[in-house]
């Protein structure tokens, strides 16, 4: 007997579909686990893959860390980092792990786009049942997609889904194995370079301390910690301005023994290595400062009295008396002259080349009168911040000391020592660590109005104590660790010894300039 009712055969045909599918299903799950196990395996050697051509430098990375980027960013505090590289593990191992995930993803993402735009198209057969009447406004959809081909052969797509799902979690597996190696390297480098860098800085401020290596700029008297350093290699003009002046030229992540710079050139990294080799300028008003700076041991000396007083005297004094200690072109003299309105300090700086190549210098800070008992003048004297040697000079014919002199108009010298130490101590300067000698000047024109009869070297505070200056020795007492007493003319035969007093056994005097003064 012949079958021809529809449903029958629907039924029939719809129990082969099933029967096969059954079928279809039991034969390919196996073949789909094998599938996604190769796929996971395909997917972590291509992510592997990848990893290699971005971190073995194969392809080139579209963003490198770059010395412009170093100098254009703006750390806090309105800081700037210099024109150098930086180390790889500060931003450059992120950026490479960004790009190598940017390459997986675009892989992977091609292979699911190529195989859904490979999949056969069928027509829709389900708009057949929508009824005929359709709005003409309405767009009519597409003829053919990709519906039925997925309802009919979904046993067969399993094999190419699973295979690219794995794929998908083997390159996901392999950018989390890749990153914790990149972060387990890394991280550790980047917190070590940190820590070794603040041992070195420590270190470097410990070596500072101890050999006195401070600087004073000269024009601006600012002190400086590390002076900008000059790299004399070529820049381009791309480059932005400045970029050839290091500003923090410091063990840190641009390097800890060695940097490079931006033009490629290799620069050694902090003061005491950078200071022989590369021009130094004041990091302030970008004066030049003298060669070695950094590196070389510096003494500060700040003058202070009453107007004419003998300071500028005493200074010329001191240098031609320390030249005389040393063989000729061992000791180098140089002059900053001061005046002008705001009035500015004479600084005389005395160099003293050592045998071994140590360089010392001594600096010779005379302020105008008018400008230390000026408070808004004397606070641009930044200098008087950073020494420990002081020296008063004090005129006894000025002061009205010595009887048969005509003074129109005596000066106190106890107002102008308590206008500049006191200031100074509300200033916070610690005066009780610092050094005073208090120099008697013209000396010769005393002698002959004393008739010959001087005050022994060690007898000069007993005689101003005689003087009616007892408030003024009891107050430097006070203020400061240690005063000496000396006198200064054109007749005395010891014109440095304000000055070897002053400097024995203090921190930063070099052993040639020690000898010397002995």
Known sequence: MTVSNPAVLLLTALVVLVVLYGLATVTIAPLTVYALLGGVLAGLALGLAEAVAVFGGVVDVPRVRTPHDEFTARLPRGRRPDYA????????????????????????????RRGWQDLPTMPRYHLRLQGPARDPDVPRPAVRSRTWTI????????????????????VVAALLLVGAVV????????????????????????????RGTRLC???????????????????????PAGAERHRMLRPGLQGLRWRRCGC?????????????????????CQTSLADGSGASSEVRIALFGAAAAG????????????????????????????????????????????????????????????????????????????????????????????????VPEPCDPLDAYELVVGWLRNRGVDTGRCRLAV?????DHLRRLLGGTMPAPDRVRSWLDERGLDQLVITAARDFAQVGYFLS??????????????????????????????
Request: charged share 20%; glycine share 12%.
């Open 217 to 239: 700029c000269p024009r601006c008297y600012f002190l400086i910690d590390l002076p900008e350093y000059r790299c004399s290699g070529r820049h381009g003009r791309d480059v």
């Open 85 to 112: 590289w930086v180390h790889y593990a500060h931003r450059q191992a992120g950026y490479d792990l960004r790009h190598l995930a940017e390459r997986c993803h675009g892989r992977v993402g091609g292979m699911w």
């Open 311 to 406: 300071k500028s005297t005493l200074v010329e004094a001191l240098t031609a008396g320390l030249v005389a200690h040393f063989p000729g072109g061992q000791c180098l003299v140089s002059r900053v002259e001061g005046g002008g309105q705001p009035p500015r300090p004479l600084v005389v700086t005395v160099t003293v080349q050592g045998g071994t190549g140590t360089v010392q210098r001594l600096q010779f800070f005379d302020a105008p009168a008018r400008g230390l008992l000026d408070p808004v003048v004397c606070r641009s004297y930044a200098y008087l911040y950073g020494t420990r040697h002081f020296v008063f000079v004090l005129d006894p014919l000025a002061a009205g000391l010595v009887g048969g002199v005509d």
């Open 489 to 518: 003319g054109r007749d005395e035969p010891a014109p440095v010894e304000p000055l070897r007093w002053l400097l024995r056994g203090r921190p930063g005097v070099g052993a040639e300039v020690a000898r010397a003064l002995r």
């Open 151 to 170: 309802v009919l052969f979904w046993p067969l797509l399993a094999l190419p889904v699973a295979g690219l799902t794995g794929l998908t979690v083997g």
């Open 264 to 284: 490629g050139r290799k620069l050694p990294v902090g003061p005491a290595a950078a200071g022989p080799r590369l021009p130094a300028y004041c990091p302030k």
């Open 183 to 210: 972060a387990l390297v890394a991280v550790p480098a980047w917190f070590w370079t940190l820590a070794v860098a603040a041992l070195l800085r420590a270190g470097e401020r410990r070596r500072r301390r101890r």
């Open 439 to 443: 120099v008697v000047s013209r000396a």
